[in-house]
Each structure stands twice: as structure tokens, then as C-alpha cells.
């Protein structure tokens, strides 16, 4: 079944201590991209890569980083979570060669204290 | 920049009456639309989307949506509402020359009277 994946669902955890959200797709595409989900805001996009090594900022990467070593995996880092990054997290990935259509995982919800 | 404005935060209707959602965007070039559907506590799930052709594209669930470039809309409607339509509804617009960057709206709650 095609899919993206993502891991946790859930986190809590304290300010400062470094987590990394996984994610994953089965689809071979080549574009991933991360979104940040807040009330009456839609979703805001973190950071996007359009292949291996190839990463650039979205509209609010800060305090995020992304790598690209392998095209099925796009992990989301926090080095230093703060609590403004309590959020509902989304990972997407297209293939511009077939569609635009994005994929979207099934969400992680983090909450920072 | 492109954006997308989702006039109305919520909306109620009643279960069996038609729904119609706004959705506006600015982008230079030909627009590539999306609608989303997030049941509560869910993903996003694709209703439809326009690419280029007829205006009026049909997609899941009984959901339709009408592209006019005159009025940079992209509205979604629906003739006859179920219950389980209960969701939040995101607009969004791809910009190619933008490393496909996917620019949502605030979204649309809808809520179903019985």
C-alpha cells in the first residue's frame, strides 16, 4: 500500500531535549516536505526537499532542521524544542514526474513543556 | 507570493442542505487548486484538484469545485450534506516555480446540524 509513515503519533516531552519525528513513503518520490498545523493558521510548510542532499526552507524553518540522505526517509529534527513549537506536524511527498498531488502522513502531535 | 484566504472560519449546516466553501488565491501564473478534507483527530485527505481543462472538476465524496480565473476563486460545493462530512476543509495552491511549495488557507470548519 502506498503511504507515508510518520513516528511518533505522539511526543511530549521538556525544553531543550532534542527529538527527531521521522518520516517515511513507499512511493519513490521525490519531493518530501514537512508542515506545522496551528488553529485558524491552515498549514505552514517547514522545510522542503525536491530530491537526495536537496533541502530549502519553507515559509518557517526556524528551529527545525532536515536531512535528505535517502529518498524514502525526510526526518524532522528539534535540537531545542520550545514550547512555541507545541503543534500538530505533517509530512508530505509528491512526484512532479506523475502529479502534483501532495501525500500526506497521518500527522505527529507534539507538545512541548 | 501565492496565498490562499479562506473567508469563513466556520460554518454550520444542516444535514441535507447544500454547502458551498470560499476559497480565493493569489498566485502569477496558472494556479494548480487543491481542496483537503481533515476528519477531526485525521490526516488530510485529497477531495479534488484542478490542473487546467473544464472549470468544474468533480472529486470524492460528492464534492465538486468551480476554478474562476476572474475572480481567483476556487470554491467547493456540495448539493446535499451528510452527517459525516463533519471536518475541517483546506484550500491550498501549488506554486511550480516555487520548488512546489503547497500554500494552504486557515481552513473552514464545518459543523452538521441533524
Known amino acids: 500500500e502506498a503511504q507515508v509513515t510518520q513516528n511518533p503519533r505522539y511526543l511530549i516531552t521538556v525544553t531543550g531535549k532534542k527529538l527527531t519525528v521521522t518520516c517515511s513513503q513507499n512511493?519513490?518520490?521525490?519531493?518530501m516536505s514537512w508542515y506545522r498545523q496551528d488553529p485558524g493558521l491552515g498549514l505552514r510548510q517547514i522545510y522542503y526537499?525536491?530530491?537526495?542532499?536537496?533541502?530549502d526552507k519553507g515559509d518557517v524553518p526556524e528551529g527545525y532542521k532536515v536531512s535528505r540522505k535517502e529518498k524514502r526517509n525526510f526526518p524532522l529534527i528539534l535540537e531545542s524544542p520550545s514550547p512555541n513549537q507545541t503543534s500538530l506536524y505533517f509530512c508530505?511527498?509528491?512526484?512532479?514526474?506523475?502529479?502534483?498531488?501532495?501525500?500526506f502522513g497521518p500527522g505527529t502531535r507534539l507538545t512541548v513543556t | 507570493a501565492q496565498s490562499v484566504t479562506q473567508p469563513d472560519i466556520h460554518i454550520t449546516v444542516s444535514e441535507g442542505a447544500s454547502l458551498e466553501l470560499r476559497c480565493n488565491y493569489s498566485?502569477?501564473?496558472?494556479?494548480?487548486l487543491f481542496w483537503y478534507v481533515q476528519s477531526p483527530g485525521q490526516g488530510l485527505q485529497l477531495l479534488l484538484k484542478?490542473?487546467?481543462?473544464?472549470?468544474l472538476v468533480q472529486g470524492i465524496k460528492g464534492f465538486e469545485a468551480e476554478f474562476k480565473r476572474s475572480q481567483s476563486s476556487f470554491n467547493l460545493r456540495k448539493p446535499s450534506v451528510h452527517w459525516s462530512d463533519a471536518a475541517e476543509y483546506f484550500c491550498?495552491?501549488?506554486?511550480?516555480?516555487?520548488?512546489?511549495?503547497?500554500?494552504f488557507g486557515g481552513g473552514t470548519r464545518v459543523l452538521v446540524k441533524p
Open positions: 508530505a511527498s509528491s512526484s512532479w514526474r506523475e502529479s502534483y498531488e501532495q501525500y
Open positions: 512511493m519513490n518520490h521525490e519531493y
Open positions: 526537499s525536491m530530491n537526495v542532499e536537496v533541502t
Open positions: 498566485y502569477g501564473a496558472t494556479p494548480y
Open positions: 484542478y490542473f487546467s481543462g473544464d472549470t
Open positions: 491550498a495552491v501549488l506554486g511550480k516555480a516555487a520548488g512546489n511549495k503547497l500554500t
